[in-house]
């Protein structure tokens, strides 16, 4: 079955600290997402990554920064944390091609203290 | 740009319809369908691709009007398990899936 793992379910931090949050997939995808989630607001793209070492820009980057080192790993850095980072970040990864079903991580709800 | 989503929230009881709508001011190339149940990761539903198909999984059907750049998703004879938020999410020229704020769906028994 299909699994997208995140490292951390609640995650706690300071202002200004450097956070990593990192996803995994089993699934051999070529595709992975970086999206939060806020109440109102839906789904939106920070980054994605649609091979090792390749990255492209989502809606809402600034203040983010994202690594692929290898095809089953998506690592989302937050280089200084600030409070309105506070969000649920999800994480997702899918096939190769446009119209493939993404595959979601439960989340990890980051509080920016 | 995000899709619009109405409405924002429906309250049926079990066995009822509804219908979610999801809009867009670009051209789409196609509409995504997910349903995210309270604390849970968002589940894929189906994808409509060009040329106004109608797809459907279990109960829930959907259509997607691409002159209109709209897509509609209906839930027949509603039960309890389809309560839960749905989003759609659009892929235009940019190639990039944006989800809408979504719609909170609750059934009651």
């Known amino acids: 079955d299909v699994k997208v793992t995140q490292s951390s379910r609640y995650l706690v931090k300071r202002t200004g600290e450097k956070v990593f949050l990192e996803c995994v997939q089993d699934?051999?995808?070529?595709?992975m997402f970086w999206y939060r989630q806020d109440p109102g607001l839906g789904l939106r793209l920070i980054y994605f990554?649609?091979?090792?070492?390749?990255?492209e820009k989502g809606d809402i980057p600034e203040g983010y920064s994202v690594s692929r080192e290898k095809k089953e790993r998506f690592s989302l850095i937050l280089e200084s944390a600030s409070t309105n980072q506070t969000s649920m970040y999800l994480c997702?990864?899918?096939?190769?091609?446009?119209?493939?079903?993404?595959?979601f991580g439960d989340g990890t709800r980051l509080s920016i203290l | 740009q995000q899709p619009v989503q109405s409405p924002q929230a429906v309250i049926l009881r079990e066995g009822e319809d509804a219908v979610i709508n999801c809009s867009s001011s670009?051209?789409?190339?196609?509409v995504h369908w997910y349903r995210q149940k309270h604390g849970e990761a968002p589940v894929f539903l189906m994808i409509?691709?060009?040329?106004?198909e109608q797809k459907g999984h279990e109960k829930i059907s959907a259509s997607f009007n691409e002159k209109k750049q709209q897509s509609s998703l209906y839930l027949t004879a509603s039960q309890l398990s389809y309560s839960g938020t749905y989003f759609c999410g659009t892929m235009d020229s940019s190639y990039k899936l944006i989800f809408g704020s979504g719609t909170r769906l609750l059934v009651r028994p």
């Open positions: 409509l691709l060009k040329g106004g």
């Open positions: 990554s649609y091979d090792v070492k390749m990255k």
């Open positions: 699934m051999d995808h070529e595709n």
């Open positions: 670009k051209a789409l190339y196609s």
């Open positions: 997702a990864s899918s096939l190769t091609g446009l119209n493939q079903p993404q595959h």
